[in-house]
């Protein structure tokens, strides 16, 4: 079996370089051909001993999940479909914006957690992505945004796409040291975006072993809608997920948590709420993201109306909190956050085929 170097953070490729007999910095150089070249192709890694490349070619790959769709939306958002096997398929979606490039990447085919508005949860739990899988979205979509007519740098990576990030953390850490590893993706530790429903051990790791910009899904300012929306709720309650925020900035003080708000009409909208959540907010250092909720068939809420969304977050400014509404990206071609999407193309296993949720960014 050869080696998927995909599955390698920074220093794993280097031990794995080691244990060859190989030089630590021969590892850096293919780390740097294979993340910010996006070559997969050992004989064509130029500067290697030519001895080198024929002994990778025999033990090693680069090999990212295969692309079974490719959708570009009106406003520029771009979609692809993964075929991770047989039965499961995961999007990426790269959302540009004025100062940045966003690509949005999967941790997990389906959910465990099912979160009553999301179409993911309600689809179930498959399995965990690798890290070759994780990191094989944005090695793909680099690729494809640099062939481009007008290339596109991705500036920014968040983990909303499908699943919870802080139930698979043995794969998304290794993933997220690449996109920080300035031999790979290089990028800061503030444009790299985890997003849980507030997993407390998890997230108490991450602060440990890679603390990136954090992202809270709270959805409800009280324990008794949360439980409802979140059950996750029920393990973990609202007191000690705010005491993990506040454990989580310790380490970063300049840091914020950006509390994600899905607006659910009649559900969670209302001025009482927005009051309630200032209290929330006057605990932990945070902003606020307001995301307008995206309709799937038979998910028994609908989305608030903009006048409603907007008097929401024009009570919570008044306390001078930041508050963004997410803008719907991408919505022609179903890339919108928590849209049911693509499905594995192959028809002969209809029974197996799985349907994907999707994102979106804030405006
Ligand atoms: N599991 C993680 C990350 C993936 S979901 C989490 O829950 O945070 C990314 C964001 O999309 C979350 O804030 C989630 O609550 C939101 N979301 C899920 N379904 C949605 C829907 N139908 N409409 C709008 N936002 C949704
Ligand atoms: Fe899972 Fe996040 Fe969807 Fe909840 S919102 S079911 S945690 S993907």
Redesign the pocket.
């Known amino acids: 079996m050869k080696r998927n170097l995909l599955q390698f953070d920074g220093e794993g490729l280097a031990r794995w370089f080691e244990g060859m007999g190989e030089k630590a910095f021969r590892a850096r150089q293919v780390e740097r051909w294979v993340h910010q070249s996006g070559e997969g192709e050992f004989a064509r890694m130029s500067d290697l001993a030519k001895g080198l490349r024929e002994k990778l070619a025999l033990a090693a790959c680069v090999e990212a999940p295969i692309v079974v769709g490719d959708s570009v939306a009106e406003d520029g958002t771009r979609k692809w479909l993964l075929k991770v096997d047989g039965a499961n398929a995961v999007e990426a979606v790269f959302i540009p914006e004025v100062d940045r490039g966003t690509l949005c990447v999967s941790s997990q085919a389906g959910?465990v957690?099912d979160?009553e508005?999301?179409?993911?949860g309600k689809q179930g739990f498959n399995r965990n992505l690798t890290t070759a899988e994780i990191v094989g979205q944005l090695w793909l979509a680099n690729r494809f945004l640099r062939d481009e007519e007008h290339p596109r740098p991705i500036s920014n990576v968040v983990?909303?796409?499908?699943?919870?990030?802080c139930l698979n953390l043995d794969e998304v850490i290794p993933a997220l040291r690449l996109m920080l590893d300035d031999h790979a993706y290089g990028l800061s530790r503030r444009r790299v975006t985890v997003?849980?429903?507030g997993v407390i051990p998890g997230m108490d790791r991450l602060r440990e072993e890679c603390p990136v910009a954090l992202?809270?899904?709270l959805?409800a300012p009280n324990d008794a809608l949360r439980d409802r929306l979140v059950p996750l709720n029920r393990k973990y309650p609202l007191r000690e997920l705010l005491a993990a925020c506040k454990r989580y900035l310790e380490r970063a003080p300049r840091d914020f948590i950006t509390f994600?708000y899905?607006m659910l009409e009649g559900v969670n909208d209302s001025d009482e709420h927005a009051r309630e959540l200032l209290k929330i907010a006057a605990k932990v250092s945070c902003k606020f993201n307001l995301?307008?909720?995206?309709?799937?068939p038979g998910?028994g809420f609908k989305r608030s109306s903009a006048e409603r969304i907007a008097r929401f977050a024009e009570i919570l400014r008044r306390d001078g909190l930041t508050v963004t509404t997410r803008k719907t990206r991408g919505d022609d071609i179903a890339a919108a956050?928590?849209?049911l999407a693509g499905e594995v193309a192959d028809r002969t296993r209809r029974s197996t085929r799985r349907t994907v949720?999707l994102?979106e960014v804030r405006a």
């Open positions: 959910c957690l979160c508005f999301c179409s993911t983990m909303m796409g499908m699943g919870e990030p997003s849980t429903s992202a809270v899904s959805h994600e899905v995301i307008p909720f995206n309709p799937f998910s956050c928590g849209q949720a994102k």
